[in-house]
């Protein structure tokens, strides 16, 4: 097809007659080997972790292959990557009066799992990496500010050099959501590992998935165990902790973000496919990143580690807002679905209308009004200019690994071909 082509977006000729394969990884990936593990545990009968006829520990199993996979001491296996998070935070002894440091785009899970343990989101811009901002950070620091959440957005991560210096300077912990770039790296080491947790989700948008679980990486024993308690009522059943926690320690007070076996069966079959997918998915992307990079106006989103980004996605910015929407909605009528992040209301600040208008369910709004709370950290709309025109100028598109190579040039020349009319 001649890439002069009328937009399909203005009645002319679609690139494609079928759309890509959309961007879920794991769970296109799901065969055999999920079924079968999936089996086994039914079978067993045991489906609950701790205790059943025939138990197979599927979940031990996982946490100790996840933890190794990622290069961490110790992994925990949750119900979500929210409950990740909030565990995480929790371990950390987060709660009324702290705040915590977010980027400005992220899932509103990231920001949900602060405000729900009484701490206040403290909203930093992002760079044109779409992940926080590492002077940002340092600049929006106050004597509240406790913790960090640097989120790799998309697959790539964050700054995270001057971002942990800056969270060493400031005794604030880390904690990285590493839901969107599971098993991405980060100068050599996995995603995940740098800071004091990694929050992963293995909901069914991410890399590998069971549909919806969630890990938890550390290798401090002390927050660890701190976790593991919490997220299993206060109390301590786990075989490796045995050797860590004295017999007559007293409960705490927890929650149950506890993994069941089935989730963890599918997890470690779909672990085995974890470098698979990202070398698929970080092969296409270059191939689509190589084949448009001469298109004059069009720049690419900064990768902070080419070599760690997961591949999940590709990102560039156009020079106009204008020419974005208009690019993303011709993309999508080409067949090849595409879109500004700055549309997802569940992912821009701007859009989080519950965190600006403070909408808890209880009528008392700690965190923001709890005395225990000195700071002033507020959200609202068009605070981040920057963030505005980074978020509005960005054309984004998922990546499946099993983009054959049809697929990617179909990806190339609509890119160019919608290049030619908008730019
Ligand atoms: C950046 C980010 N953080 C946290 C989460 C929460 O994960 P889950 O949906 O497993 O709770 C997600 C994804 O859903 C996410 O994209």
Excluded at 4 to 18: C, E, H, M, S, Y
Excluded at 149 to 176: C, D, F, K
Excluded at 251 to 263: V, W, Y
Aim: aromatic letters at 6%; a neutral charge; one cysteine or more.
């Amino acid at each position: 097809m001649a890439i002069t082509d009328r937009l399909a977006i203005d009645g002319g000729t679609p690139v494609r007659t079928t759309p890509l394969l959309p961007g879920w990884p794991g769970g296109l990936l799901i065969g055999k080997e999920e079924k079968a593990a999936v089996l086994e545990v039914i079978e067993s009968q045991s489906l609950f972790r701790h205790y059943g006829p025939r138990p197979l520990h599927r979940a031990a199993s996982l946490e100790k292959a996840f933890a190794q996979a990622m290069g961490a001491r110790h992994a925990l296996a949750v119900t979500s990557g929210t409950g990740a998070l909030i565990t995480a935070l929790a371990a950390l002894g987060i709660g009324p009066g702290d705040e915590v440091a977010v980027p400005t785009y992220t899932w509103i899970a990231t920001i949900n799992a602060v405000v729900i343990l009484g701490a206040v989101p403290l909203f930093v811009d992002i760079d044109e990496s779409l992940n926080m901002d590492a002077a940002a950070l340092a600049a929006a620091i106050t004597p509240s500010t406790r913790a960090v959440i640097p989120v790799h957005m998309r697959g790539a991560p964050a700054n995270l050099a001057p971002i942990l210096e800056t969270a060493r300077a400031h005794h604030l912990s880390v904690v990285e959501d590493t839901a969107q770039a599971l098993g991405g790296r980060y100068r050599g080491r996995r995603l995940g590992t740098w800071g004091q947790f990694g929050a992963f989700s293995l909901q069914y948008h991410k890399t590998i998935t069971t549909g919806e679980g969630g890990m938890l990486t550390s290798s401090d024993p002390v927050l660890f165990e701190r976790a593991v308690r919490f997220h299993d009522q206060g109390s301590v059943r786990m075989e490796e902790l045995d050797l860590l926690i004295a017999g007559d320690s007293p409960l705490i007070i927890g929650i149950n973000f506890r993994m069941g076996e089935l989730t963890a069966a599918v997890g470690l079959a779909q672990l085995k496919k974890m470098d698979w997918i990202i070398e698929r998915m970080r092969a296409n992307a270059r191939r689509i990143r190589d084949g448009i990079r001469d298109i004059p106006g069009l720049t690419f989103r900064t990768l902070y580690d080419e070599d760690g980004e997961t591949g999940a996605t590709v990102i560039f910015f156009v020079p106009t807002a204008a020419q974005a929407d208009r690019f993303a909605r011709a993309l999508a009528a080409e067949n090849l679905p595409a879109s500004v992040p700055w549309w997802s209301g569940q992912h821009v600040y701007n859009h989080f209308d519950q965190i600006i208008n403070r909408r808890l369910l209880s009528t008392r709004k700690c965190s923001w009004e709890c005395p225990h709370y000195k700071g002033s950290a507020t959200l609202v709309k068009g605070q981040f200019p920057r963030t505005d025109a980074i978020l509005q100028r960005a054309v984004h598109l998922d990546v499946h690994p099993l983009f054959a190579d049809q697929d990617v040039s179909d990806v190339i020349a609509g890119i160019h071909k919608v290049a030619q009319a908008v730019l």
